[in-house]
């Protein structure tokens, strides 16, 4: 086979939500930089609904997804056995067929390259067919490193964009409807309101294991729409995900897990809210941080994940109160909780930024869990 060098200025290796949203970063903001993504699918981004709050996104950050939103609702409701609440934050939702599309618009012709990744390092990608990158920056972006090397709980799900006769009547999205019977830890439904006919059902379980049995969760989404009343006319796109949900674990030892001297990126570089799994806010500040500045020195990408993986450890100990100390049909409560608490105080927690108040005000008052294990739990995490 012959052997094809290309030579430019960086290299992204995957072609998902992360390195997507850095080549679009740096086609707006460089567009002089020969920058080159890679993924093994032919359409990047894979098949995701990827969705966030307004206040999860700086306002000057805001250029990077404006262009990706294809739904926005001005709020969303959160039902739980004892209370419901409608919330005024903005909710967006992106799909990667959008990403892929603005992408392809973004960069020249031959930039977006469909092959497997076989070896890569500081600054070149070997791919499966013979091609060889060579980059003064590669930044390795192919989602999770080797999740094994941290402690967590599993966030699995399986989503259906259903076509309802007559329309299903929901005006915003319900971000958590967990008035639905508890099976395999916490479980709720996710429903976006695409348009007055569709809507997007995720059943989600907040497990101890990251198995997905998918023709028992079709079936229970097919349950809730009945017990909506809804008369499904048709079942169109599924995602499935199993997103780790981070108790505890050494840092350095997950970097490590894969290539260690190479920039990172996403899920690679470990950077996601620990409770929620999501990964789309740290990416949008990954990608700013590159526009800014895209000769960033050595280490940058490291430096960057390690001090956020650093500030989250409340997040992450929440987790081990969530999945240590609470028997796993009792974890609705601390959710039923949390959404008790002020609108502003939920913002900040989604978006990673939780004050110490808000911190304070998480744990303040009798805890939905046992408080002897919750405290066994937020010991054993420690070792
Ligand atoms: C179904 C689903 C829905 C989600 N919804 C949300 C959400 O609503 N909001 C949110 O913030 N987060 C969400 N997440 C979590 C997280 O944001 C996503 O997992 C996100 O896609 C992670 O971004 P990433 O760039 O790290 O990895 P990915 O987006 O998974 O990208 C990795 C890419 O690398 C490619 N790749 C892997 N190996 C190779 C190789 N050897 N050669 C070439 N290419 C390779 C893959 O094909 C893939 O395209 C969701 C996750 C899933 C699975």
Redesign the pocket.
């Known amino acids: 086979m012959e052997k094809v060098t290309l030579d430019c200025d960086i290299a992204l290796?995957?072609?998902?939500?992360?390195?997507g949203l850095i080549a679009y970063a740096l086609s707006q903001r460089h567009p002089e930089l020969d920058l080159r993504i890679?993924?093994?699918?032919e359409k990047?981004?894979?098949n995701?609904?990827?969705?966030?709050f307004d206040s999860d996104i700086a306002p000057e950050n805001r250029w990077i997804v404006e262009p990706l939103i294809c739904h926005r609702w001005e709020g969303y409701d959160v039902h739980f056995p004892a209370h419901s609440r409608t919330l005024n934050t903005v909710y967006n939702?992106i799909e990667s067929d959008r990403l892929d599309e603005v992408l392809r618009a973004a960069l020249p012709p031959g930039h977006i390259l469909t092959?497997?990744?076989?070896d890569l390092g500081p600054s070149h990608i070997s791919l499966a067919d013979g091609r060889t990158i060579s980059a003064r920056l590669v930044v390795d972006?192919?989602?999770?490193g080797d999740l094994s090397v941290l402690q967590s709980g599993w966030q699995k799900?399986v989503?259906q964009a259903l076509t309802i006769k007559g329309g299903h009547g929901l005006i915003r999205p319900i971000v958590m409807d967990a008035t639905v019977p508890q099976l395999d830890g916490y479980r709720f439904v996710y429903c976006l309101p695409f348009d007055a006919q569709t809507v997007f059902v995720e059943d989600t379980n907040y497990s101890d294991t990251p198995d997905l049995d998918v023709p028992a969760i079709r079936a229970r989404i097919v349950k809730y729409a009945d017990a909506k009343g809804w008369s499904v006319a048709q079942t169109g796109r599924e995602?499935?995900?199993v997103?780790p949900v981070i108790i505890g674990g050494n840092f350095r030892n997950y970097w490590k897990s894969s290539n260690q001297n190479i920039e990172k990126?996403?899920?690679?570089a470990g950077l996601?809210q620990p409770v929620t799994?999501?990964?789309?806010?740290d990416?949008v500040r990954l990608a700013a941080r590159f526009a800014a500045d895209p000769h960033p020195k050595p280490g940058m990408t490291f430096e960057h994940a390690e001090q956020i993986w650093r500030a989250r450890g409340f997040y992450r100990m929440l987790d081990a109160m969530l999945f240590r100390a609470a028997e796993p049909q009792e974890r609705y409560r601390i959710l039923q909780r949390f959404y008790g608490l002020s609108e502003g105080l939920i913002t900040r927690f989604y978006a990673g930024h939780s004050t110490w108040a808000d911190k304070l005000r998480v744990l303040a008052g009798k805890p939905p869990v046992p408080v002897g294990r919750a405290i066994r739990a937020i010991l054993e995490k420690r070792q």
């Not at 890679?38 to 699918?41: E, I, L, N, R, Y």
């Not at 972006?141 to 999770?144: D, E, F, M, Y």
């Open positions: 290796a995957g072609g998902g939500l992360s390195a890679v993924d093994q699918s990047l981004g894979g995701h609904v990827w969705s966030f939702s092959g497997t990744v076989t972006a192919r989602g999770p799900f989503g995602e499935t995900g997103l990126a996403g899920l690679r996601c799994g999501y990964s789309l806010p990416a």
